[in-house]
């Protein structure tokens, strides 16, 4: 198993977070994991992305001409990435301000209003595990009780009161994820 | 990597049965630094390395080993810093990136000058001049033909993963002291801002003032029982002596050249072409080969560890008979001129890279070998 993903959004919306949670799942799962920032100064405000990827094998290139997933959160990260997945890949969008949704039809093509959710849960937080949720619903590379492990190992002792919380937002993505193709 | 990695003799960089941890490869510099018995770190910010000087401060090793962490007031009196530390004989390393590195050559010219085992990091950025923060390789020439002024080399270690910036502090340590003379890890925004998976050395303590002196009898550790006094200069103003001076260092350097080259091969064994790379572009490099085997192009890694002294019989000696070599590198072309100085026309030579902080993809470089060799 080799998963190639990028996740992509605006700056502060926790695009960095997600892939340092992920990173450190697989890591818990003896996978091999790189995680690697786009870290411009772009950051702020502007789009924010990291390239993740959990394999059983050694990982070659940080840096990689095409994806086997890409995570999208606003208009910019689609136009730039949709383009890059592999045939037959996986293509996940938050549809909150998107204007012009994908068109390719050799990929599937998911979408999660992670958004909504979150606004809907009254916790603004809980968007990033939303979409991770909604990413393991379709590409289960780890499983739930990894990534509740993951966020037992890495969250400060003080935070662990919230990490319920942060699995039922992964379980709400699981169930809000729509396939558009 | 794929690979163990090799070292001219046979030998092996082993690596310790220890946590599995991820973090950045600044961090990960900064980690092992603690661990491997450092006396102290002299820095000054600059992105994409400023981690290295953040984890020390939250690590706070001066509460644990005495090591001393001091944010400078620039880079040019980071390095000095370190020039007086290593004077005394101890372990010190500054850090910093291609625009702060040019501020520190004159110091390790003086280094160099005075034979002091310092060490020192650049996690390179694009230039010329202040250029772009994002990642690049293009302080090559100045990295491995010395960069300061003077006749002199530094070793330059050049490491492709985060746990090769960990295992790679030690050794640029234990070169450096060696050898009397300064050694650098030459990495780059890649490398010191990915998280990988890394195995920390085990601990090692600080040496004692004793264990220093035994190891460094010609530093200024103090002068105890009447001994005749040690002078630590680059300064020598009659032309006579300096010329001894500076062979005595040529010799010393024909010395590190026939002991030191360090690189590593992958899926070389049938290759018909080689692609030579060193640190992140080495990572993108094996992405491409994957890619090109797959479409049954049979090609193969070399990977320069040391780019000083730089593995050149061993690349003409892979390259012999091949088909052709494409070196690529994150610059406008340095480390191809040693690879053409070493295959000296026996064997095409190409060169692909990208410019200004852009960080090439593996497709282009399958690309490049097609359209270069093919």
């Known amino acids: 198993m080799k998963k190639e993903i990028i996740i992509s959004g605006f700056g502060g919306q926790g695009v960095l977070s997600m892939g340092k949670i992920l990173a450190y799942s697989g890591l818990m799962e003896g996978k091999e994991v790189t995680w690697m920032p786009a870290y411009g100064p772009e950051q702020r405000g502007g789009t924010a992305n990291v390239t993740v990827i959990v394999s059983d094998d050694k990982i070659s290139s940080p840096i990689l001409s095409q994806y086997d997933v890409a995570i999208v959160l606003n208009q910019p990260s689609l136009d730039k990435f949709e383009s890059k997945i592999k045939p037959g890949g996986i293509l996940i969008y938050d549809g909150f301000g998107i204007i012009n949704p994908p068109t390719r039809g050799d990929i599937s093509v998911y979408r999660v209003d992670a958004m909504d959710k979150a606004a809907e849960m009254k916790n603004a937080k809980v968007f990033n595990m939303i979409v991770l949720g909604a990413f393991l619903s379709v590409c289960p590379i780890i499983s739930y009780e990894g990534m509740e492990k993951a966020l037992f190992k890495t969250l400060p002792e003080r935070h662990h009161g919230l990490i319920p919380l942060n699995m039922e937002a992964l379980r709400v993505g699981g169930e809000t994820i729509l396939r558009m193709k | ?374």
């Open chain 2, 1 to 374: 990597m794929h690979n163990r990695v090799q070292k001219k003799d046979g030998g092996l960089i082993g690596m310790a049965e220890q946590e599995v941890t991820l973090m950045k490869g600044n961090e990960a510099i900064a980690r092992a630094a603690v661990r491997c018995g450092v006396d102290g770190y002299f820095g000054y910010p600059i992105t994409p390395q400023s981690e290295i000087i953040e984890t020390l401060a939250l690590d706070k090793p001066w509460e644990t080993t005495g090591m001393v962490v001091l944010q400078a007031e620039s880079e040019v009196a980071a390095i000095n810093m370190v020039y007086g530390a290593a004077g005394a004989g101890k372990r010190a390393f500054t850090s910093s990136s291609s625009p702060g590195v040019a501020l520190m050559q004159e110091g390790i010219s003086y280094l160099a000058g005075a034979e002091l085992p310092g060490v020192f990091v650049n996690v390179q950025r694009g230039g010329p001049g202040l250029g772009t923060i994002q990642p690049s390789q293009s302080d090559y020439f100045q990295a491995t033909r010395g960069g300061g002024n003077g006749d002199y080399h530094v070793i330059v270690l050049a490491p492709a993963s985060v746990q090769e910036m960990a295992d790679f502090v030690d050794l640029a340590f234990t070169l450096a002291f060696k050898y009397r003379n300064p050694a650098m890890i030459l990495s780059d925004g890649v490398i010191g801002q990915m998280m990988e998976k890394v195995v920390l050395p085990p601990y090692k303590p600080r040496r004692t003032e004793e264990e220093i002196m035994e190891e460094c009898p010609w530093a200024t550790s103090g002068r105890r029982n009447s001994r005749q006094p040690n002078i630590i200069t680059s300064l020598e103003l009659k032309p006579e002596e300096m010329e001894k001076r500076n062979v005595h260092l040529q010799a010393k350097y024909e010395e590190i050249q026939k002991n030191e080259v360090r690189y590593e091969t992958i899926q070389c064994d049938d290759a018909e072409y080689i692609i030579v790379a060193f640190g992140s572009a080495a990572r993108i490099a094996q992405k491409a080969i994957e890619t090109a085997r797959a479409q049954g192009i049979k090609v193969g890694l070399f990977r320069p560890i040391t780019l000083w002294p730089f593995p050149a019989g061993e690349i003409a000696g892979l390259a012999h008979g091949k088909k052709g070599v494409l070196v690529a590198e994150i610059n406008a072309g340095q480390m191809v001129q040693d690879v053409r100085l070493a295959i000296n026309g026996e064997e095409p030579v190409e060169y692909f890279g990208r410019l200004g902080g852009i960080v090439p993809e593996p497709d282009e470089i399958v690309n490049a070998l097609k359209t270069k060799l093919m």
